[in-house]
């Protein structure tokens, strides 16, 4: 339909390449560093802070009808292709029982055999919400962290390679991370099991945008583009891909995410949904606790 497009492809995480999308828009808002791209939830509520993103138009997405509920965005800045989600991981050959709860990432019963991706304010999120807090009040969790980090913690991990090293060779047994990357590990021939908390995973969707300062011309193929995506085809390749629920409810699963406990209809419906407004903007000030009351005391 677009004879005349070319496409390049930026390929990074969201937290080297998004920096590049506000230093370009400071420079000239009417040059976007990128186009249009998928984008956690954490940096799609940042970039509704810094204005980053156009509105799309729901009504000329062909898919869009198709789209789960969950998926769509009010300001329609962006719309959802597909959600992973964070529970608890453990090497089976490393722990004795396997965990149920988020309790258990600080139950004395797992005390040394706990490892965390570095500034993981997920671990303090649950910890407040299992202890009388939220997001605005994570007082609980910092707390109880502060008290517990020495005994529980071995180590801190930055990147996805130390990890999973850290996971099988017998320096830590257990942690809270992504199913998809879970299952991935699993079939490299990681002895780990993903496990869906009793109190219920943490949603973290991912969203397609379109960056504000496109051409209009480029936005019509970006809105062409992301209808495409949403397709059951290609939404059901990310999905496949990455390890995700899909977005676009005609996508069927296949035989091997229907059996697994993450894509279970009571896990689906019990993930708890973060205000990732609310984390955009405080994250700042959590790594800085993080460093001190975390870190500072393993």
């Not at 809270?176 to 949603?203: C, D, H, K, M």
């Not at 896990?267 to 949904?273: A, I, N, Q, S």
Request: aromatic share 12%; glycine share 8%; net charge positive.
């Amino acid at each position: 339909n677009h004879p005349n497009v070319s496409i390049d492809i930026y390929a990074n995480s969201n937290v080297v390449g998004y920096p590049l999308m506000v230093a370009a828009k400071r420079q000239n808002p009417r040059a976007p560093f990128v186009n249009l791209g998928f984008f956690n939830a954490q940096t799609t509520a940042q970039g509704d802070l810094d204005d980053m993103w156009e509105k799309l138009d729901y009504g000329s997405l062909r898919n869009a009808k198709d789209i789960l509920p969950v998926f769509r965005r009010a300001n329609r800045k962006g719309i959802g292709i597909g959600a992973d989600q964070l529970g608890l991981v453990y090497n089976k050959n490393l722990v004795r029982r396997a965990p149920t709860s988020w309790r258990d990432l600080w139950n004395d019963e797992y005390a040394g055999k706990v490892t965390f991706f570095d500034y993981y304010w997920q671990a303090v999120y649950v910890a407040a919400r299992m202890n009388g807090g939220d997001l605005r009040h994570m007082t609980p969790g910092w707390n109880l962290w502060k008290q517990r980090a020495r005994q529980q913690i071995r180590t801190l991990v930055t990147s996805n390679p130390q990890y999973i090293q850290v996971l099988t060779n017998g320096t830590a047994g257990l942690t809270s991370y992504f199913n998809g990357t879970a299952l991935q590990w699993v079939r490299q021939g990681a002895p780990l099991v993903y496990v869906p908390p009793a109190e219920g995973a943490i949603n973290v969707p991912v969203y397609l945008q379109s960056v504000k300062g496109n051409t209009s011309q480029q936005s019509e193929v970006c809105h062409d583009i992301i209808d495409k995506m949403l397709s059951p085809k290609w939404c059901g390749g990310w999905a496949n891909t990455s390890i995700e629920v899909p977005a676009n409810s005609k996508v069927k699963l296949p035989p091997e995410f229907a059996k697994l406990p993450a894509f279970q209809r009571r896990t689906v419906e019990k993930l708890w949904k973060p205000n990732y407004q609310v984390v955009a903007k405080a994250i700042a000030t959590w790594r800085k606790q993080w460093d001190q009351d975390v870190k500072g005391r393993i």
